[in-house]
């Protein structure tokens, strides 16, 4: 492959994809890394070490991770010229290397790209945006018992009004689209309004919901519940249930039970390793997240409303500096923190790095190195344990000691 403005590594190999569409992991994969901007470089120099010190500790010199910089946002900007905030060359390296991780990432306001992150996922149909939302013991939480959160939710990624359709109000365009509702449908819009379109799709639909059931199955969880506003939105969210329920009773018929056939079947008792299938309506599933959040476990759900739910799961256990997320589709997967830029904290070494740690905790399970993934959980589990946190957390904890962001970082490693 010929890059442009970027050179990969020559003492690493390439990630490979198996007939069955798995992957293959060399010893020595290239993973490319976009370090992002604002507190980018403090949070992925943190990361770095952290996995580095992970991988070394479970495999000695056998396997390692052979990092290669690559640019998007501001750093793009810098390297390859003005308004090129994703250049073809980030694209490609991800493709050619399959996995990558990134950090937070500027998104420039009144021209440029709409979103950088939506750009990544819309390009490289990374059609499942995948969090996992648990509680770290000694956290700070607004909630009486932020233990009994412990949800992964399987966002669409590709669709729905991310899609971004849409038509200002005045523009040719949107009267030409409010007349033609009005003529052909009998459907009265304001003049004065603009006009969005949101799609939803089978193949969208069923590949999300596959990979929600798939993960469920293979780490033993017991619930899988498809999240919609099919009350209101029939023929999009309403079908999205459907859907659904369509492939987890085709395709996963051994594994699942429905929730009408638990009453009907099983006088309300599931089977033993059978795992339940529901689904809730998304303004109820958000109070039931807060008032029962140990009822529900995987979370299938649209675009917008996995928006939604994904924060306000993080606001429940400390925010988003411990939530970690990843864009997966069929080869390729991009993991990448949850939060923001936070410039005014650029290069003073005080961010919590807990978000692209944790990503990369997934990246590493990604890659069928759990051994690497447990490690860093019990790192940072007993660093959060011992009180020894960075200033977001120490503000908030009694008897804490603040540490810087790298600080964090050793003290992470150090456990291992």
């Given at each position: 492959?010929?890059?442009?403005?970027?050179?990969?590594?020559?003492?690493?190999?390439?990630?490979?994809?198996?007939?069955?569409?798995s992957i293959s992991v060399p010893n020595n994969p290239i993973i490319p890394r976009i370090v992002g901007d604002g507190i980018g470089p403090d949070i992925s120099r943190a990361m770095d070490h952290v996995v580095n010190a992970a991988v070394k500790k479970v495999f000695g010199n056998s396997k390692s991770i052979v990092w290669f910089d690559v640019y998007a946002g501001d750093a793009s900007v810098a390297k390859y010229g003005q308004?090129?905030?994703?250049?073809?060359?980030?694209?490609?390296?991800?493709?050619?290397?399959?996995?990558?991780?990134?950090?937070?990432?500027?998104?420039?306001?009144?021209?440029?790209?709409?979103?950088?992150?939506?750009?990544?996922?819309?390009?490289?149909?990374?059609?499942?945006?995948?969090?996992?939302?648990?509680?770290?013991?000694?956290?700070?939480?607004?909630?009486?018992?932020?233990?009994?959160?412990?949800?992964?939710?399987?966002?669409?990624?590709?669709?729905?009004?991310?899609?971004?359709?849409?038509?200002?109000?005045?523009?040719?365009?949107?009267?030409?689209?409010?007349?033609?509702?009005?003529?052909?449908?009998?459907?009265?819009?304001?003049?004065?309004?603009?006009?969005?379109?949101?799609?939803?799709?089978?193949?969208?639909?069923?590949?999300?919901?596959?990979?929600?059931?798939?993960?469920?199955?293979?780490?033993?969880?017991?619930?899988?519940?498809?999240?919609?506003?099919?009350?209101?939105?029939?023929?999009?969210?309403?079908?999205?249930?459907?859907?659904?329920?369509?492939?987890?009773?085709?395709?996963?018929?051994?594994?699942?039970?429905?929730?009408?056939?638990?009453?009907?079947?099983?006088?309300?008792?599931?089977?033993?390793?059978?795992?339940?299938?529901?689904?809730?309506?998304?303004?109820?599933?958000?109070?039931?997240?807060?008032?029962?959040?140990?009822?529900?476990?995987?979370?299938?759900?649209?675009?917008?409303?996995?928006?939604?739910?994904?924060?306000?799961?993080?606001?429940?256990?400390?925010?988003?500096?411990?939530?970690?997320?990843?864009?997966?589709?069929?080869?390729?997967?991009?993991?990448?923190?949850?939060?923001?830029?936070?410039?005014?904290?650029?290069?003073?070494?005080?961010?919590?790095?807990?978000?692209?740690?944790?990503?990369?905790?997934?990246?590493?399970?990604?890659?069928?190195?759990?051994?690497?993934?447990?490690?860093?959980?019990?790192?940072?589990?007993?660093?959060?344990?011992?009180?020894?946190?960075?200033?977001?957390?120490?503000?908030?904890?009694?008897?804490?000691?603040?540490?810087?962001?790298?600080?964090?970082?050793?003290?992470?490693?150090?456990?291992?």
């Amino acid at each position: 492959m010929a890059y442009e403005k970027i050179t990969p590594p020559a003492n690493g190999e390439q990630i490979t994809v198996n007939s069955d569409g798995s992957i293959s992991v060399p010893n020595n994969p290239i993973i490319p890394r976009i370090v992002g901007d604002g507190i980018g470089p403090d949070i992925s120099r943190a990361m770095d070490h952290v996995v580095n010190a992970a991988v070394k500790k479970v495999f000695g010199n056998s396997k390692s991770i052979v990092w290669f910089d690559v640019y998007a946002g501001d750093a793009s900007v810098a390297k390859y010229g003005q308004d090129v905030w994703l250049p073809d060359d980030t694209i490609e390296a991800i493709k050619e290397f399959k996995v990558a991780i990134k950090g937070p990432l500027s998104t420039p306001v009144g021209g440029g790209i709409r979103s950088i992150n939506v750009a990544l996922r819309q390009i490289l149909d990374l059609y499942a945006c995948v969090r996992p939302v648990r509680w770290f013991t000694g956290v700070p939480a607004p909630v009486k018992e932020p233990q009994k959160l412990n949800v992964v939710i399987f966002r669409e990624n590709t669709e729905d009004i991310y899609k971004g359709i849409e038509f200002k109000e005045g523009t040719k365009d949107a009267q030409d689209l409010i007349k033609h509702l009005k003529d052909r449908y009998g459907k009265d819009v304001n003049l004065d309004s603009g006009i969005g379109i949101k799609p939803i799709s089978i193949q969208g639909t069923k590949r999300l919901v596959r990979m929600a059931i798939e993960y469920a199955i293979e780490k033993k969880r017991r619930m899988v519940t498809l999240v919609h506003k099919g009350n209101i939105m029939k023929f999009t969210e309403g079908a999205f249930r459907d859907w659904g329920y369509e492939v987890a009773r085709d395709e996963f018929r051994e594994h699942v039970v429905l929730e009408t056939e638990l009453w009907d079947n099983f006088g309300g008792k599931m089977p033993e390793g059978k795992i339940l299938v529901n689904d809730r309506i998304a303004d109820a599933m958000f109070q039931q997240l807060l008032l029962r959040p140990d009822e529900y476990d995987v979370i299938a759900t649209p675009n917008l409303n996995g928006d939604y739910l994904s924060d306000a799961c993080a606001a429940q256990v400390g925010g988003l500096g411990l939530v970690p997320g990843a864009n997966i589709g069929r080869p390729y997967a991009v993991f990448e923190a949850t939060h923001g830029t936070a410039p005014k904290y650029a290069d003073k070494d005080v961010i919590n790095p807990g978000s692209l740690i944790l990503s990369a905790v997934m990246m590493l399970e990604h890659l069928g190195w759990d051994e690497c993934a447990h490690l860093v959980i019990k790192g940072i589990e007993q660093t959060i344990g011992a009180k020894t946190v960075t200033y977001d957390l120490e503000r908030q904890m009694e008897g804490a000691t603040k540490v810087k962001c790298s600080e964090f970082a050793k003290l992470i490693a150090e456990k291992f």
